[in-house]
């Protein structure tokens, strides 16, 4: 691809490319000789394309190990994460209206919770350890009798820190409270066993598994009390919960993507291990560098650093060809440091030299040695020295 050519890409927490076997079984649901038929309509191409629909539902199901039934399709995990929260809180409040999650949580998180903090709900931010995971003692105790729903996520999306949503979730189900998980950054990477993870509601995306952009589900747990009330209004699809008309091209597309993830999960980690592995060696030995979050507690799709003593918008426009992120994607055209670093306990001036480089499937030994190269000799040079002297 041309317009790659000169570019490293970094960046495959913010967005993957679709795979090509992904983009093939789209294409056949969207041109006039293909299967564009209205799922909604009740004519035979109608209840083809709900057909396709059906069989992508079982994709993603099977990945999870969880029932069809279980999954509402959305445009994307930020709408999965206003419907699971701002839907449970609202489908819970004559029960209590207390709340608990953790600030280094997505924006699409944090805003919902924002919102309902202005609706009088009362909400606990907690925050993680320096390490970036949970006290579970903590959470312990922010737990009261009025608590409906706690919201916390499984990979974080800067620090790629895995949080044990397991004991998270039975500390959950041992007060009588809901879970909420944002897994965008898991979702057919990690293992995730709906049949035994005791979570109620999870949010999920396509992007960020090498299927399209536009597209993402919320689980919903088949057990009393876990319900959400809708957020959109309309034709009536999906029970209610989600109408609008169900854009089968991009639910297939999500379906094919969640089927190739699972059969690659543990090569997938591999691959992705040994990148991270190749790029934390390249440059670990660099004075005044250190990863943001404990490296053993993360994803290895992720590796987030920061260095003293340089300035955050001088080391990416030194960095140039390189495609990577500073903080996170939603916040790098502020200037404000990482809300989420902060959360770690990084000071401003850490916190604002952040790159989060994250690799994915398409991602080679020369890119990382690229990104070596290019991280070193961008230290060096902001700090007035040779490479060599940098090292
Ligand atoms: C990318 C991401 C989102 C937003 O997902 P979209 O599908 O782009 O709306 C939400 N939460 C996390 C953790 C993410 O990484």
């Given at each position: 691809?041309t317009?790659?050519a ?9 967005s ?7 983009a093939?079984?789209?294409a056949?649901?969207m041109?006039?000789d293909?299967?564009y038929?209205?799922?909604s ?8 394309s ?10 993603l199901a099977g990945?999870l ?12 995990a930020?709408?999965?994460?206003n419907l699971a ?11 209590g209206r207390?709340?608990?999650t ?11 919770f ?6 009088s709900?009362d ?7 320096a390490?970036?995971l ?5 959470l312990?105790?922010?737990l009261r ?7 916390i996520?499984?990979?974080n999306?800067?620090t ?5 949503i ?9 007060h ?7 897994a965008a950054?898991?979702?057919g ?15 999920m ?9 536009g597209?993402g589900?919320?689980?919903?747990a088949p057990?009393?009390?876990v ?10 699809q999906q ?12 639910i ?15 090569d997938?980690?591999?691959?992705l ?9 390249g ?32 080391l ?14 939603c ?5 404000e440091?990482?809300?989420?670093l902060r959360a770690?306990?990084?000071s401003?001036?850490?916190a ?14 020369q890119?990382?040695?690229l990104a070596i190269?290019l991280?070193?000799n961008?230290?060096?040079?902001l700090?007035g ?7």
């Open positions: 691809m317009e790659r000169n570019l490293v890409y970094l960046d495959y927490a913010a993957t490319p679709v795979d090509p076997w992904v093939e079984a789209m056949a649901l041109t006039a293909g299967n038929a209205n799922p309509s009740t004519h035979i191409a109608g209840r083809r709900v057909e396709h629909i059906e069989h992508a539902t079982g994709q990945l190990n969880t029932a069809p039934e279980c999954l509402i399709w959305t445009s994307g930020t709408e999965s994460d929260i701002l839907g449970a809180a609202h489908y819970r409040q004559d029960r207390h709340l608990v953790m600030r280094t949580e997505h924006k699409a998180v944090t805003d919902p924002k919102a309902l903090q202005k609706q709900f909400v606990t931010w907690l925050d993680p350890e390490d970036g949970l006290d579970l003692a903590k312990k105790a922010a009798s009025d608590t409906q729903l706690v919201s996520m499984h990979v999306n800067e790629g820190i895995i949080q044990d397991r004991r998270i979730g039975e500390l959950c189900r041992e009588g409270c809901l879970l909420h998980v944002d950054q898991s979702v990477k990690l293992p995730i066993d709906l049949a035994t993870l005791p979570l109620d509601l999870m949010s995306t396509a992007h960020k598994v090498y299927g399209p952009k597209i589900a919320l689980y919903i057990r009393p009390g319900h959400v009330e809708p957020l959109l209004f309309g034709g009536g029970r209610k919960l989600r109408p609008g008309t169900l854009p089968a091209q991009q297939v597309g999500f379906g094919a993507a969640a089927a190739i993830a699972q059969s690659r999960m543990s997938d980690f591999r691959h291990s040994a990148m991270r592995e190749r790029l934390w060696s440059i670990r030995d660099i004075p005044g560098i250190s990863t943001n979050g404990a490296i053993e507690s993360a994803f290895p799709g992720i590796l987030n650093v920061s260095i003293e003593d340089i300035e955050g918008e001088s990416l426009l030194a960095l140039e060809p390189l495609c990577v992120a500073t903080g996170s994607a916040n790098s055209k502020t200037q440091p990482s809300y989420v770690l306990g990084r401003d001036e850490l604002q030299s952040a790159i989060r480089f994250s690799f994915g499937r398409p991602t080679r030994p890119d990382i040695d190269d991280y070193r961008a230290v060096a040079r700090r020295m040779s490479p060599e002297r940098a090292a």
